[in-house]
């Protein structure tokens, strides 16, 4: 089955700490993007990539740093530099370069700042 | 600035009921614009997709219109059922030529289909 896969399901950090948030999909599609989510706020778009080796900065990037590496993979690092981290995790990826086709979203990962 | 509203933020209807979710934006020079399912601490899941030049889409019991002078796109549900019962969110998409510029969330709509 095609589809994004997103681990760990739940994280849990001490303050100071990075953590790395994975996201992998087998759909072949060229896009990937990381948003957070906050409690009744809509999607936040923290960084994206249109193609390997490329990422750019969305509107909440600071703290955050990510790679792609591999047209499958796009993981996310949370540093000790992200004030408030706690929150819900989501990655999607769309088929063609940049184009906004149907965005194709993963389970989550909910990290929560202890 | 751009920005994505939507309208209730919560809505509880009856059993078979039609019903309408509202999002509005500003900048009405949209890519396109999504339409998300959300279960409660699930991801996503795509319902609907209008691009700019479009005015409906249908999916089964789903509808949803486009009116980009307006600032405007509804979703549509007709004859609800109580797994209907989710958060709804619309996505709007702005492109520079063909070369990703914004999206921007709704904070979506809470909707429980009362059985």
């Known amino acids: 089955d095609g589809g994004i896969t997103q681990s760990p399901k739940y994280l849990f950090r001490k303050e100071g700490q990075n953590v790395t948030l994975s996201c992998e999909q087998n759909?072949?599609?060229?896009?990937m993007y990381w948003y957070r989510q906050d409690p009744g706020q809509g999607l936040r778009l923290i960084y994206y990539?249109?193609?390997?080796?490329?990422?750019q900065k969305g509107d909440i990037a600071e703290g955050y740093s990510v790679s792609r590496e591999k047209k499958e993979s796009f993981p996310l690092t949370v540093t000790s530099a992200q004030k408030n981290p706690t929150a819900f995790y989501l990655c999607?990826?769309?088929?063609?370069?940049?184009?906004?086709?149907?965005?194709?979203f993963g389970p989550g990962t909910r990290l929560t700042v202890l | 600035k751009q920005e994505v509203t939507q309208i209730p933020a919560a809505l509880s209807v009856p059993e078979g009921e039609n019903l309408v979710l509202n999002c509005s934006f500003t900048?009405?020079?949209?890519?396109?614009l999504q339409w998300f399912r959300q279960d409660p601490g699930k991801g996503l899941t795509s319902l609907l997709l209008?691009?700019?030049?479009?005015r409906e889409q249908t999916s089964g019991r789903l509808n949803a219109s486009l009116d980009k002078s307006s600032g405007r796109s509804t979703l549509y549900i007709a004859a609800s059922q109580p797994g209907d019962s989710a958060t709804y969110l619309c996505?709007?998409?702005?492109?520079?030529?063909?070369?990703?510029?914004?999206?921007?969330f709704g904070p979506g709509t809470s909707l429980s289909v009362i059985p």
């Open positions: 999607a990826s769309t088929d063609r370069q940049g184009a906004a086709d149907t965005q194709y």
């Open positions: 759909l072949n599609h060229d896009a």
């Open positions: 990539s249109q193609i390997v080796n490329d990422f």
């Open positions: 900048d009405s020079a949209i890519y396109n």
């Open positions: 209008i691009q700019s030049s479009q």
């Open positions: 996505a709007v998409f702005w492109f520079r030529g063909t070369s990703y510029d914004k999206v921007i």
